[in-house]
């Protein structure tokens, strides 16, 4: 897949909203912000001083950590001078390499900053095959990290410090979704979002579920965001520990110790978080999932592509790679025998829909409520506002989004009435989704 720069200069903008927040459909008629309303300064620009840039985190002195693919970290603070804090060897076929950056929330006094990266290891270069046998296949088999560092007075990283707190298994050699982004709670639980580690180019834009023998993993998404025993696909909550270890916050999508299920998940059914971002004062957590491309709705494969703006307020599944959307019958993929078919039907989402891939090693039928089922445009369900809008709109996207889709559909946050309310999602530039 092409890359495209989607930063290009870092910049700090801040938007605050009075009073309630109103959405409307279509959104042409939504309230326009005066430019007056933002501040916006250049604080580093250019390749030498970002390189392929992937996240930032503020730190309480209010300089920028930010993080590219190639392994680099840097600060940049807040006179817009840029230095080098560390370099990681990383592995960086396709969308690997280093990806999010946190600020520990006692960083005054433990001077912690978090990453999520891909360690080089022992992989083949080049690309993985995409047919061949499970001991081809596993030559390619690998981790990211969730790694805890001490950043030193000098803004220089620590690497002999480092703890990983926590390894994600992953596919490697093939494109695509990554996650990777952090963030904190007021409780101090810790928030990363995983990709789906799965191949979206050969399944026409619909949902990758080859269940084909021969075929690399990487081509069904069932052994990942639709497992509940895999790590990706997921918003994962865990409690760090000063020792480097973490447990289990209570209210997770599964109590720790059950059966084929992986306890540091908060939620599932996700393909592409790309961009999450936890309300401090109330732990909801909203998050974009960028979604497949097909351009239209199949009666033989599923519907057209959607993008989801998905505001989580308690653990559940949202669906991907059996529904998307709101999770309605029209927005459910059917059980399709690739490479060209007969279809089987459409999975059941209503009752929780059964992944019977070979390569799930989770629990085999999903009886757990997902998440958007049955709302609709106009719902008065608490929190979720259903808005499909045509490419040539305005809207919460970015051009190369609208672009690249007819229609849309985003789940957008309702604040109470009264509150004062600011949407952090574009507070900063790193809060633009990435790519497809």
């Known amino acids: 897949m092409s890359r495209h720069p989607w930063l290009t200069a870092l910049t700090v903008t801040a938007l605050v909203v009075p009073g309630a927040l109103a959405l409307t459909a279509p959104p042409a008629s939504a309230l326009t912000i005066p430019a007056s309303d933002y501040q916006q300064i250049a604080l580093a620009t250019g390749g030498a ?6 996240s930032l985190a503020v730190l309480p002195n209010r300089s920028v950590l930010h993080t590219a693919r190639d392994g680099t970290l840097r600060v940049t603070d807040a006179a817009g001078a840029t230095k080098v804090a560390a370099r990681l060897n990383v592995y960086t076929h396709d969308e690997e390499g280093l990806q999010g950056v946190g600020v520990d929330p006692d960083f005054a006094t433990n001077r912690y900053v978090w990453l ?5 290891l022992s992989t083949p270069t080049g690309d993985a095959p995409s047919s061949g046998t499970q001991a081809q296949f596993d030559q390619w088999k690998g981790h990211l990290n969730l790694s805890r560092f001490t950043l030193k007075p000098d803004d220089t990283l620590d690497l002999a410090s480092e703890k990983v707190v926590l390894e994600v298994p992953n596919d490697r050699g093939m494109c695509c979704h990554v996650g990777g982004d ?54 994962l909550r865990i409690k760090p520990r000063a020792d480097g270890t973490y447990t289990i916050p209570s209210g997770n999508l599964f ?6 299920t992986r306890p540091e998940i908060y939620a599932m059914g996700l393909r592409n978080p790309f961009r999450m971002s936890v309300d401090k004062a109330t732990g ?14 199949s009666s033989r494969r599923g519907p057209s592509g959607q993008v989801e703006f998905d505001r989580i307020t308690a653990a559940g599944n949202y669906g991907w790679p059996y529904c998307t959307g709101t999770n309605t019958a029209a927005e459910t993929y059917t059980e399709y025998t690739f490479p060209s078919g007969p279809s089987l039907g459409r999975y059941d989402c209503a009752a929780g829909p059964a992944n019977n891939s070979f390569r799930n090693t989770g629990l085999p039928h999903n009886e757990y409520t997902l998440h958007g089922l049955h709302a609709t445009r106009g719902s008065s369900r608490p929190g979720l506002t259903v808005v499909t809008f045509s490419s040539a709109g305005p809207g919460c996207l970015s051009t190369r989004q609208s672009a690249e889709r007819r229609s849309l559909a985003i789940r957008m946050p309702s604040l109470d009435a009264g509150a004062l309310g600011s949407l ?5 530039v790193d809060r633009l989704w990435g790519p497809a």
């Open 182 to 235: 952090i963030d904190f709670d007021a409780a101090g639980n810790l928030y990363l979002t995983t990709g789906d580690d799965s191949n979206p180019f050969e399944s026409s834009g619909y949902a990758p579920l080859d269940e084909r023998t021969g075929r690399n993993p990487q081509y069904d998404a069932q052994r990942t965001a639709g497992n509940t025993n895999d790590l990706r696909g997921k918003l």
């Open 116 to 120: 999520y990266y891909s360690p080089r």
């Open 424 to 428: 952090r999602l574009w507070s900063s």
């Open 284 to 297: 909801v957590v909203y998050l974009g999932d960028y979604g497949p491309d097909a351009g239209v709705t």
């Open 255 to 260: 109590p720790a110790g059950t059966a084929r």
């Open 49 to 54: 001083e970002l390189g392929e840039a992937m």
